[in-house]
C-alpha cells in the first residue's frame, strides 16, 4: 500500500510539471513583451472619394486659330513648356490676305476721299460748285474712314500680314492639348481649339461624392490626396468647393479640391484616392492592429496586468492604417503588440 502511494504521487508530480514550465514560461515572457496602451481619440467619420487631376481652370486657356486656312508649320508638342508670345504655329490664310487687301483698299478709299473733299472745297469757295457738291464730298470722306477703321479693326482681331496667321501661347504653360499637324485644314466652322496651354503650378482634385456620403462632406474639411504614380506620398489640402448637383449617369456629386503643384508631381488626368477627414462625432478606444488575434470569428487580446498575462475577447469597430477601433476594453489598459497568436495559444490551452 506504501509503494503504491509513493508510485501515485510521482506520477502526480510528473502530470504537474509541464503546466507549471508553461507558468513560469509565461511569467518570464511578461516581463519582456512589447506592449501598448488603449488609447481614446476622437472618432471623425473618413469618408474615400475617386477622383481626377485637374488644371486650374483660371490658369487655363484653350487657343484657337481666329481666321481659316491652312498650317504651314506647328512648332511645339504636346507637353511642351511655352513662354507668353511664343510661337506655337503658323498658318496660311487667303481671309488674313483677304483682310490685308481689305485694309489697303481702304487706306486708299480714304486717301482719295479726301483729296476729293478738298477739291469740292476749293471749288466751293470759288463759287464754282454748290454747297451741295462739298456736302457729298464730306460724307464721301467720312465713309471712307468708317471703312478704314473697321478695316483695321478686323486686322487687330485677326492679326496676321501677308497671308500669314500666327498662332501664339497665350501664357506660360504646358501644352496640355494638340489638336492639329502640319497641313491641317481650319475651316470657318471648325470649332475645336488648336491648343490649350495651362499654368500647372496650382491644379485641382476633382473628386466624386456618392449619395449616401453627401451629408459626410463639408466646405472645408481636411484631405489627403494620393496618386497611383506616388502611393506613399499624401498630399494635403482642403474642399473649397461643392458642386450641389448630381451627374445623372454616375448618381454622384463632385467636389474640389485646389492645390498647390510647384514641383509638377500633380498631372492632369491622373486618377486620385481622396481620404476626407469628417468632423469628429464620438470617441472610440484604439488599439494597434497587430494586437488582435482572432480565433472562431471572435477577436481577442493578450492583456498585460498586474497578474501576469490575460486573454480578453473585444469587439472590433473598424481597421484604418494600422490601427483598430475597439470596445471591451478600457482605456489604459496594456495590450501585447508582439507574438500576440503565440501568447493567446499558450493561454487558452493550459
Not at 101 to 119: G, P, R, Y
Request: net charge neutral; with cysteine; proline share 3%.
Amino acid at each position: 500500500m506504501l509503494l503504491l502511494a509513493l508510485v501515485m504521487n510521482a506520477c502526480k508530480s510528473n502530470q504537474q510539471d509541464p503546466v507549471n514550465d508553461q507558468r513560469a514560461i509565461l511569467d518570464s515572457l511578461a516581463k519582456t513583451v512589447q506592449i501598448a496602451p488603449v488609447m481614446v481619440e476622437d472618432k471623425a467619420e473618413t469618408i474615400r472619394l475617386n477622383g481626377k487631376i485637374e488644371p486650374d481652370e483660371s490658369k487655363l486657356i484653350k487657343v484657337y486659330a481666329l481666321a481659316s486656312g491652312k498650317i504651314q508649320s506647328v512648332n511645339v508638342e504636346l507637353g511642351d513648356f511655352v513662354q507668353k508670345g511664343q510661337v506655337m504655329a503658323i498658318l496660311k490664310s487667303t481671309e488674313v490676305a483677304g483682310n490685308s487687301n481689305d485694309l489697303a483698299m481702304a487706306s486708299s478709299n480714304v486717301a482719295m476721299a479726301k483729296k476729293s473733299m478738298q477739291t469740292a472745297k476749293d471749288l466751293y469757295e470759288g463759287k464754282l460748285a454748290t454747297e451741295q457738291d462739298y456736302i457729298n464730298a464730306r460724307l464721301n470722306y467720312n465713309k471712307a474712314l468708317s471703312e478704314l477703321n473697321k478695316a483695321r479693326q478686323v486686322a487687330s482681331i485677326t492679326g496676321g500680314s501677308n497671308a500669314t496667321y500666327t498662332v501664339r501661347a497665350p501664357l506660360n504653360g504646358y501644352v496640355i492639348e494638340k489638336n492639329i499637324t502640319n497641313n491641317t485644314a481650319v475651316r470657318p466652322d471648325n470649332n475645336s481649339n488648336l491648343f490649350a496651354v495651362a499654368d500647372l503650378s496650382r491644379v485641382w482634385v476633382i473628386a466624386n461624392v456618392y449619395e449616401a456620403d453627401m451629408s459626410k462632406v463639408h466646405l472645408g474639411d481636411q484631405v489627403k490626396v494620393n496618386t497611383l504614380a506616388n502611393p506613399n506620398e499624401d498630399y494635403l489640402g482642403k474642399i473649397d468647393k461643392i458642386y450641389n448637383v448630381l451627374d445623372p449617369s454616375t448618381r454622384t456629386m463632385k467636389v474640389r479640391i485646389s492645390m498647390d503643384n510647384h514641383n509638377n508631381e500633380l498631372k492632369p488626368e491622373m486618377f486620385a484616392t481622396v481620404k476626407v477627414n469628417g468632423q469628429p462625432t464620438t470617441k472610440n478606444l484604439t488599439i494597434p492592429s497587430q494586437a488582435i488575434v482572432m480565433d472562431n470569428s471572435r477577436n481577442y487580446v493578450v492583456v498585460k496586468n498586474k497578474n501576469g498575462l490575460e486573454v480578453k475577447e473585444i469587439v472590433l469597430i473598424k481597421r484604418m492604417e494600422g490601427t483598430a477601433y475597439i470596445s471591451g476594453l478600457s482605456a489604459g489598459d496594456l495590450v501585447v503588440i508582439n507574438s500576440p497568436v503565440f501568447l493567446y495559444q499558450s493561454l487558452t490551452t493550459q
